[in-house]
């Protein structure tokens, strides 16, 4: 391997091997900005694997990348989870400009709706400019068209500033198909096992312990040089990994200890869909150790409820017992046989704290692989919107927001991708098509190489201040000042967590009873005016109704234990009752 500065005279100079296959040249005076290569086997020149910073994207050449930056949110240490309401968003569409520049200049009105923690998508350099982000290909590099390194420095500076923290979703399943050249430099990949999405990496086969250090040294920077709070691991049931000690019990163990070191609160939340609790169990208890998990259990069991959907994996749930098991247990399946799997599926998560649970009514997965990348404000009338925010932001779970669901965005998310490889692009075509067979949707998707379909995914921010939009903007901020006014009584275990259903009259009732009092949340699913019964012991106000009109959250109404409750169709009510049960 030989080292190729670029310039008017390119330079190559020669680079030493160890014994464990790292080539190495030290140069003195090499500028910031300086691009470079490697040139293998007296082939291409190629870009640094490790690159940091690609300017010409993934084709080009790398640059040299300072580490230095003039932090101004100096004393931030971090958030603890219990405390995280989640943002996603797409840093390319979620402003006209698609940089992480504009999108910093939107914080505070984030701030001021209760959000705490921003949730980027992924942002290492993939192919192009326009890419949900998972087909990224360089772990250590920032996407150029979004400004590139120094710009997501800005944006977390700018978040700190603001007291909200930084949570970066990052993909250690696979890379993407377009300027993949990590195969040229070792064996990071194996053919033992597969992945949707391409090549699977090998974390457990001979060299391993080289492609381990590779990615968990990728996450350590977001956390040491970034200070990113917070990452989200992508799909981890597509990480195949036999070994005595995972990868990512290995990840998270490094994660936590440089946590410590840093003595700042850094908190992993795995993607899974394998309903085990082993994702959340500390390494002491034989777990994977991660603090928090997305749960698309709650997302499917309440859509299904909302739209009655029933195809694809929807077909699993649809009954008011299955958001009962959601709120009262985490996992809908802890061991039942699940129809769409053709299998049992699950184990149950009752030592997990309902925290460690991160729920959603919308996100980037939920949305785009839909056939139109439609939202599901469009599909839904005013008044299931307001029970569906209810549901998730009064819930006992930390949860997510998807990036205009605030106020109704009317925009859709659909898949895009750029790739220059027309064989590829005619892949991606064929494979969406494919992805919605199980759903029986009509038409075909939109083109994900068109620029227009990129473009209808980028936000309107100005729909905001307008009717109903303003509307739905102001019950999520109430809904979120209520959360924070119930901190306190949050459930710490599923222990202080009891369901009740009402099959006929599709109602649930939620009481979360804690020694600091307790509150009791019906969600109403039916098309009929329902009577449902307040809890027994002590006196219980309400704190909202969603039926009740202008006057919903202000009316403090005093009902008292066991006596008859109205519920409006397609309502939530919050009731509260404070101290211990008299």
Not at 98 to 121: F, N, P, S, W
Not at 394 to 402: H, I, K, N
Not at 460 to 468: A, F, I, K, Q, V
Request: proline share 6%.
């Amino acid at each position: 391997m030989a080292l190729v500065l670029d310039g008017p005279l390119r330079r190559t100079h020669a680079m030493a091997r160890d014994d464990n296959g790292y080539f190495t040249a030290t140069l003195p005076d090499i500028r910031a900005g300086q691009r470079y290569g490697f040139r293998l086997d007296g082939d291409d020149v190629l870009p640094d694997p490790a690159t940091r910073w690609q300017p010409d994207g993934v084709h080009g050449l790398s640059a040299v990348q300072p580490t230095t930056f003039a932090w101004t949110s100096s004393g931030w240490s971090g958030l603890p989870l219990e405390s995280y309401v989640l943002y996603e968003l797409h840093a390319g569409s979620f402003t006209p400009e698609g940089t992480l520049d504009a999108a910093a200049g939107r914080l505070a009105e984030l701030r001021e709706l209760g959000i705490t923690v921003i949730e980027l998508m992924p942002l290492s350099q993939f192919a192009g400019t326009r890419n949900w982000g998972y087909d990224g290909v360089h772990p250590f590099a920032v996407q150029n068209s979004y400004g590139g390194p120094d710009a997501l420095k800005r944006f977390v500076d700018a978040c700190h500033r603001e007291g909200l923290g930084v949570c970066l979703d990052v993909v250690y399943n696979h890379l993407g198909p377009e300027g993949n050249h990590l195969s040229r430099f070792g064996p990071y990949f194996t053919d033992r096992y597969n992945t949707p999405w391409g090549d699977a990496l090998n974390f457990d086969g001979p060299d391993s312990d080289h492609v381990r250090a590779f990615f968990i040294e990728s996450a350590l920077q977001w956390i040491d040089e970034y200070r990113i709070d917070a990452l989200r691991l992508d799909a981890i049931h597509a990480i195949v990994d036999t070994s005595a000690y995972p990868f990512l019990r290995e990840l998270a163990d490094r994660v936590h200890a440089r946590s410590e070191e840093l003595d700042r609160q850094v908190v992993l939340i795995a993607e899974s869909d394998l309903a085990d609790p082993r994702v959340l169990r500390s390494v002491q208890h034989a777990g994977l150790g991660m603090d928090a998990q997305w749960l698309d259990d709650f997302h499917h069991a309440l859509h299904s409820l909302l739209t009655g959907e029933r195809d694809g994996y929807y077909q699993d749930y649809g009954g008011i017992e299955h958001l009962a098991r959601a709120y009262g247990r985490g996992y809908v399946y802890a061991g039942e046989y699940s129809g769409y799997r053709r299998r049992r599926h699950g184990a149950a998560a009752n030592d997990v704290a309902p925290a460690s649970f991160v729920t959603f009514i919308q996100n980037h997965d939920q949305i785009g692989n839909r056939m139109l990348g439609d939202r599901l404000a469009g599909q839904l009338t005013r008044e299931q919107n307001q029970l569906a925010a209810a549901a998730l932001l009064l819930s006992p779970f930390t949860p997510l927001l998807f990036m205009g669901e605030e106020y109704g965005a009317e925009t859709p998310f659909p898949y895009f991708v750029s790739h220059t490889d027309e064989e590829l692009v005619a892949a991606v075509r064929r494979g969406r098509t494919e992805e919605f067979a199980g759903f029986g949707w009509a038409d075909d998707p939109p083109d994900p190489q068109a620029g227009g379909t990129f473009e209808s995914a980028v936000l309107n921010w100005s729909l905001r201040e307008t009717g109903e939009h303003a509307a739905r903007l102001a019950l999520y901020r109430e809904l979120l000042a209520i959360r924070r006014e119930l901190q306190e009584l949050r459930p710490r275990s599923f222990d202080e967590i009891d369901t009740a259903v009402d099959p006929a009259t599709r109602m649930l009732r939620v009481t979360c009873t804690t020694p600091r009092g307790a509150t009791a949340l019906y969600l109403h699913f039916g098309d009929m005016p329902a009577t449902a019964t307040v809890p027994s012991g002590g006196t219980w106000r309400i704190r909202l109704d969603t039926g009740a009109g202008p006057a919903r959250g202000r009316s403090d109404e005093v009902v008292p234990a066991d006596a008859s409750l109205e519920l409006a169709p397609w309502s939530a009510v919050l009731l509260l009752r404070e101290g211990l049960e008299a």
